[in-house]
């Protein structure tokens, strides 16, 4: 017993160790002077990059796109999805089962199909692929995930907290508004996050449907080929600071909820 | 992280709102979305991957009905479709391996720290996986920190870990681990410890009760999470592409190739179909066997 | 020839060039010249869609780092260009894949519309492919006297007989880079690449031509009419190679993050990287095979439909002026097209090295071994990018 | 079957199909202002679906349901005068205990200092007053309950449905709630509806009752009725042990409570009946023993006995008399 404990401790040390090696790489590569080009080898400590994280003017750039598109695509996946998981959860529908499945299969479905899915439909629509087109692939592979969360969380509220809204009087949108959305926020935060990391993080996706437009992972999927700038680097770990407020913050409100 | 008291009858619960349209009024935003976005595109793709490409520049698509293109691709691109379920397979079973322990760990032995450390497993998961990538070639380099350390240790000169198989498959893996841990730390969560006590109390030892309680009951959260794990392995890109070597190409490396590079629009949407059925059919399959609330982590 | 079968030594020159080149902030100094005109093209482009475009504009795509940038105070060529001129330039560094490039402007061309470029620069087989397909306009030369006066190599080029369409940009060496230390001898040859002490620590390059004509010279190919048929021992030899775990990536200009890294021992490169590289590393060294290699060349374009072509004139006839051409040549280190800078840069004594540098300005012992590979018949080029596909993708 | 001079809430042919099975198969049903009335019947027969169509949840299939005279069938829940206690009480986690209070008196749109005065007397008549800034989730479930009362009642509703409001209590808890339930209405004069599957509940609290079986009314009538006189044997088990007696001369069945019974050692006299049996189980029950017995016949009595009967201290094993009078029981001719 005394040994099985120690070695599913040791399993689960090692699990955090693998999960953070490469985290704490990339915190530490950003305080990194590289001779060249590369940020690949450590050389020396230098709060330089910090100082002028957005030195690098055309990843500061596809980090701004990436920004505005992760926004834009997860408040549309989050209102399409939140829209959905209130149908799914408050309402009896025959065709509940098959909608769910429609929801579930875009993120059981590989990346790389649905990029080539989404080209083919843009190429042969001739829809100028750009911002736009990443958009609606963004917002796409974020809707399920939204709209899945979010039921979750539906389902788990009690519904008779609307019934008893309504029984005192509310009509069935002041009953959302002060019951149901106060509720669910922490939920409708959850998606929000959720699609955000995704759509910041896609890769193949957006290879197959940017256009000209450069986002954050194709930039640096560039930058492999021709230079790794520390700031690639400073910018992670800022996202990795900001997301892990933003999870403090949610775990908090989803706990006085 | 705390289970809310259901509502016994949540599931049953007749409409709230009389009207009939109101739901599809909801819902029809979002289906119009995804028919529109999904499956319209995955509908074109079928006749594309019928068609003969006329002209591979141009990409003037002729349909004539051709199933050869699955034929071809099926040969020709058998030893590299085998290779992506071997390894998604083995990452899966990797995963599963390391997160079991880890989601009881955080199950039994977390505590008040429950939900710090479900945070902690997904934290990771929030730096951009390109930059994920990026770190892992200055970790796992032949004269990168591991290896330099392991051969400090006694490990022969001459072992590699970049561009092989190992580290694909330890990428794939790592990716996998947050899929892994929530919906069996999420399935644990819902074994009530009166059964473990119940268990210990009919004196079954530590181990039975893991075999004949525990992971019986988790196994929900388990299927789910291979499922969650498998499927975007089988049709990994990045991995391959930065970890792995040119023998260790995937199916999604190669449908990148017959549609950026080698122009070959058909036998790209062939393979991408053939890939979609095989993990459509692994979906249903779960979702007979165990429905889809596991896969959406709720 | 007594040189021939001796490796070129690198570093080429420790001295500063010309428009001095600091190590560090090179780079960042270039990508901030290029990188403050991102937003240009698209703001560009929603202009040109109304009509009416009275300012001089021109939007440029090239590869990061292939000019020299502006950099303590010292204007770079872009910069002197904006001043001397007026126009407005968009000049983007976003050229990294040339394959990627071509399917994100092919759906667009094929449909009769303009893309946001004016030119860009890219590889002479994606260039013959542009001309093929009636996507390329001629270029605005009537102005740019130095035009014809080319380096020898790059006249009447054979993925531009007319001479009508391309503009060479910069033409480099495809040649191998290997690390002294790793491989522990001087390499010779390209079997050197195939010797088994240096397993898995071998990369060659993605671009199918620079990786395959190496090879093909290997075995005594002709690769300026090249065919399948004559390809398919190469082929077959690298897949044999790829098979036995001999190669360990295929690589574009990512091999530079190898070879520093140590992960490659010895690769397929590109001549101008290695002299940049070599001044991070000094260890590294890199041949041109005796055998033969190839010598490409990145040419500028202009597809069909782009507005501004007398800025584009402008542009072509100042980076072809021989002091600009000058200064581009020793920032980036690759052979120059225009017939002269070799006198400019012996001029100066800082940069009088680079003058004497064999893979900046090729001798005739060198030239002897360099071929350009020839245009591919569009079905025999499927058949070439399928075969190589199926062992780099396989 | 329906009293004329009515009504707060009146049911007429009320149908409501879920799935093709009719969870409420055409009820009538009517409440007389200030009545304290229940649905009792086991779970799944009905009663819960027929308070959520008179609270406006759901909607029948067919049939109409009146409020104090007006038809309400298509009148949403927000629009009608009635209020709920839910079962589990549905208090709005993210509002404090005055917000819930006074969430319906704000919707109604009352001025500022009205509601404020309803929620302060209302939280006085359930005696929380000094609980109004707390969460739902720091109250005890006896105070959750309170609240939910108070949150209902503060609305002054034609009439109160209460849905199994003391189910989730333990049993002392629910003996002093029933009380307040019952002070509560006497004091606010509102007519209550309560759905419950506890037969002891429904006896003691309510005027009037209605036992439902499968989606159908058994029986209406004053918990002595109802007790006393069911119309069937399933209603007679349902509200209580009950002896079924066969008629000696055939057709027709006779149902005695076990406090009907008494235990002795001589033979019935005139005006009773009795039979001989032995005693084959003993249970105290506090302040009563339950005597099992079984006659000649194999037919199984139950008795209920005080403790101060001198029958009190029977063994199994012992063979006794069972007697009652002869005019006691219910008479089913069948």
């Known amino acids: 017993m005394r040994m099985g404990n120690a070695l599913l401790m040791g399993v689960a040390a090692l699990a955090y160790g693998v999960l953070f090696a490469p985290i704490v790489v990339i915190v530490v590569f950003g305080f990194n002077a590289p001779l060249g080009r590369f940020n690949l080898i450590w050389q020396g400590f230098t709060l330089e990059n910090w100082l002028h994280p957005l030195r690098d003017a055309a990843l500061s750039q596809a980090f701004a796109t990436s920004l505005g598109l992760a926004l834009s695509a997860s408040a549309i996946a989050t209102v399409l999805g939140g829209l959905m998981a209130l149908a799914l959860t408050r309402h009896r529908l025959r065709a509940r089962s098959w909608i769910e499945m429609l929801l579930v299969l875009p993120l059981t479905s590989p990346e790389v199909v649905l990029a080539t899915s989404l080209l083919n439909l843009f190429v042969q629509t001739n829809l100028p692929r750009g911002f736009g087109t990443l958009l609606i692939a963004h917002s796409l592979f974020c809707l399920s995930y939204a709209a899945l969360t979010l039921k979750a969380r539906l389902v788990e509220m009690d519904g008779s907290l609307e019934e008893a809204a309504m029984d005192l009087g509310a009509r069935p949108l002041q009953a959302f508004r002060l019951v149901t959305l106060p509720l669910i926020a922490p939920g409708l935060l959850a998606a929000f996050l959720l699609s955000f990391s995704l759509s910041l993080d896609d890769y193949i996706i957006s290879l197959f449907t940017a256009g000209e437009t450069v986002t954050l992972p ?37 706990r006085s909820a | 992280m705390n289970v809310s008291r259901r509502s016994p009858r949540a599931e049953a619960r007749p409409p709230l709102h009389r009207q009939a349209w109101l739901p599809w009024l909801l819902l029809t935003p979002g289906l119009i979305w995804l028919l529109l976005w999904f499956v319209l595109p995955l509908a074109q793709l079928l006749p594309v991957s019928l068609s003969e490409n006329a002209d591979r520049f141009r990409m003037t698509l002729v349909f004539r009905g051709r199933i050869a293109n699955y034929a071809e691709v099926m040969t020709q691109y058998a030893p590299v479709l085998a290779r992506s379920l071997a390894y998604a397979a083995a990452s899966t079973a990797l995963a599963a391996l390391i997160a079991y322990p880890l ?10 720290w429950k939900g710090l450390l479900l945070a902690l497993v997904v934290l990771p998961f929030f730096t951009s996986s390109m930059v994920r990538a990026i770190a892992w070639t200055t970790l796992l380099g032949d004269d990168g920190p591991l290896l330099s350390t392991l051969r400090a240790l006694g490990l022969p000169p001459g072992t590699r870990l970049l561009n092989t198989a190992v580290a694909v498959v330890g990428g794939l893996t790592y990716n996998a681990l947050p899929f892994m841990v929530l919906p069996i730390t999420l399935s644990l969560e819902r074994i009530p410890t009166e059964l473990l006590d119940a268990a210990r109390d009919l004196q079954a030892g530590p181990w039975i009760v893991f075999r004949r309680v525990v992971l019986p009951l988790s196994a929900p959260g388990l299927a789910a999470g291979i499922v969650l794990s498998l499927i975007p392995a089988a049709g990994d890109v990045v991995n391959a592409q930065f970890l792995g070597g040119p023998n260790n190409r995937m199916i999604g490396n190669v449908v990148q190739s017959l549609i950026l590079v080698q122009r070959q629009l058909p036998r790209g949407a062939a393979l991408a179909l053939v890939l979609m059925a095989l993990m459509t059919a692994t979906v249903l399959v779960h979702v007979r066997r165990h429905g889809s609330s596991d896969l959406t982590l709720s | 020839m007594p040189r021939q079968a001796q490796p070129v030594p690198a570093p080429l020159s420790r001295e500063e060039p010309l428009p001095s080149l600091g190590r560090r902030r090179f780079l960042r100094q270039a990508v901030l010249a290029g990188g403050a005109a991102a937003l240009g093209p698209a703001l560009l482009a929603a202009c040109r869609s109304g009509g009416g475009d009275r300012k001089r504009r021109l939007v440029i795509s090239n590869w990061p780092l292939y000019i020299d940038p502006t950099k303590d105070g010292v204007p770079g060529t872009v910069d002197r260009f904006r001043k001397q001129t007026g126009i407005e330039v968009s000049y983007s560094e976003d050229q990294n894949d040339s394959v990627a490039f071509f399917a994100k402007i092919q759906p667009v061309l094929a449909a009769g519309r303009p893309i946001v470029q004016d030119l860009f620069v890219t590889p002479y087989w994606l260039a013959e492919r542009l001309i093929r397909l009636g996507w390329a306009d001629p270029l605005p030369l009537d102005g740019v006297a130095n035009a014809s006066r080319l380096i020898p190599s790059l006249r009447k080029p054979s993925w531009d007989p007319s001479g009508r369409f ?80 001999q190669i360990r990536a295929f690589t574009g200009n990512d091999y530079q993050d190898d070879l520093l890294a140590g992960n490659f021992a010895a690769c397929v490169a590109w001549s101008g990287d290695v002299a940049q590289l070599a001044l991070e590393q000094p260890k590294l060294r890199f041949l041109v095979p005796p055998t033969g290699t190839t010598l490409w060349a990145d040419v ?46 012996a001029r100066t004594p800082a940069t009088a090295a680079l003058a004497r540098n064999p893979l900046m300005f090729p001798d005739r012992e060198m030239e002897a071994r360099l071929r350009v590979f020839g245009p591919l018949a569009s079905g025999e080029e499927a058949r070439f990018d399928e075969r190589f596909a199926s062992i780099t993708e396989g | 079957m329906i009293p004329a001079d009515f009504g707060v809430i009146e049911l007429e042919g009320v149908q409501r199909r879920f799935a093709g099975t009719a969870a409420v198969d055409g009820i009538d049903l009517a409440m007389a202002p200030g009545e304290f ?92 007053g000094e609980l109004a800034r707390r969460r739902p989730s720091q109250l005890s479930g006896g105070q959750q309950q309170r609240v939910a009362l108070a949150r209902a009642l503060v609305n002054e509703p034609a009439a109160l449905l209460l849905d199994e409001p003391l189910a989730a209590l333990d049993a002392g808890l629910r003996r002093t709630m029933q009380q307040e339930l019952k002070r509560i209405q006497r004091e606010a004069g509102i007519a209550f509806l309560l759905v419950t599957h506890d037969q002891d509940e429904a006896l003691a609290l309510s005027d009037r009752l209605a036992v439902m079986q499968s989606g159908r009314i058994a029986q209406y009538g004053s918990p002595r009725e109802v007790y006393d006189r069911p119309v069937n044997e399933w209603v007679a088990g349902f509200l209580g042990r009950a002896n079924l007696l066969a008629d000696p001369l055939g057709g027709g069945r006779t149902m005695l409570r076990p406090e009907q019974l008494t235990l002795r050692g001589e033979a019935p006299h005139a005006e009773q009946a009795g039979r001989r049996a032995r005693v084959v189980a003993v249970t105290f029950q506090g302040a009563t023993l339950q005597v099992v017995l079984r006659d000649g016949d194999g037919q199984e009595l139950v008795a209920r006995i005080g403790r101060q009967d001198p029958a009190a201290g029977v063994r199994i094993g012992e063979v006794l008399w069972v007697v009652w009078p002869v005019q006691a029981g219910h008479h089913w001719s069948s």
């Not at chain 1, 080929?225 to 913050?249: D, F, N």
């Not at chain 3, 072509?309 to 690759?334: G, H, M, N």
């Not at chain 4, 209020?83 to 749109?109: C, E, I, K, M």
């Open chain 2, 103 to 112: 989601a009881w760990v955080i199950r039994f032995r977390g505590g008040r």
């Open chain 3, 166 to 245: 391309t503009l060479p940009w910069q033409s480099g060496i495809t040649g191998i880079a290997y690390n002294i230390e790793a491989t522990g001898r001087p390499l010779t040859s390209v079997d050197d690449l195939f010797d088994p002490r240096l397993k898995g620590k071998v990369g060659f390059l993605t671009e199918m031509r620079d990786t395959m004509g190496m090879l093909m010279l290997a075995d005594g190919k002709d690769i300026t009419r090249p065919s399948y048929a004559a390809a398919e021992p190469s082929f077959a030899r690298l897949e044999q190679a790829k098979k036995d775990g």
């Open chain 1, 218 to 254: 194709l930039y640096i999927a560039g930058a492999f080929q021709r230079e790794i700038s520390p700031q690639i680097h400073v910018l992670a770990t800022m996202v990795l600071m900001a997301s892990v407020a933003l999870l403090g913050l949610s775990v908090r409100s989803g």
């Open chain 4, 37 to 128: 009335f229940s649905l009792l019947g086991p779970s799944g027969c009905g009663k819960t679906t027929t308070l959520r169509l008179i609270a406006g949840f759901d909607r029948p299939d067919a049939g109409a349901i009146r409020l104090l005279g007006q038809d309400v069938t298509d009148v949403p829940p927000h629009r009608r005068r009635v209020n709920t206690v839910f079962q589990h009480y549905a208090l709005f986690p993210h509002l404090s205990v005055w917000d819930n209070v006074a969430f319906g008196p704000r919707n109604r749109r009352l001025p500022e200092p009205e509601v404020r005065r309803r929620v302060g007397e209302a939280l006085e008549r359930v005696r929380l």
């Open chain 3, 300 to 345: 500028m374009v202009m597809p069909k439909g782009a507005p501004h072509r007398q800025e584009a004139a402008e542009w072509l006839k100042f980076v072809y002026d021989p002091a600009t051409a000058a200064r581009i040549a020793a920032a980036v280190k690759y052979i120059s097209p225009v017939a002269g800078v070799q006198e400019v840069l």
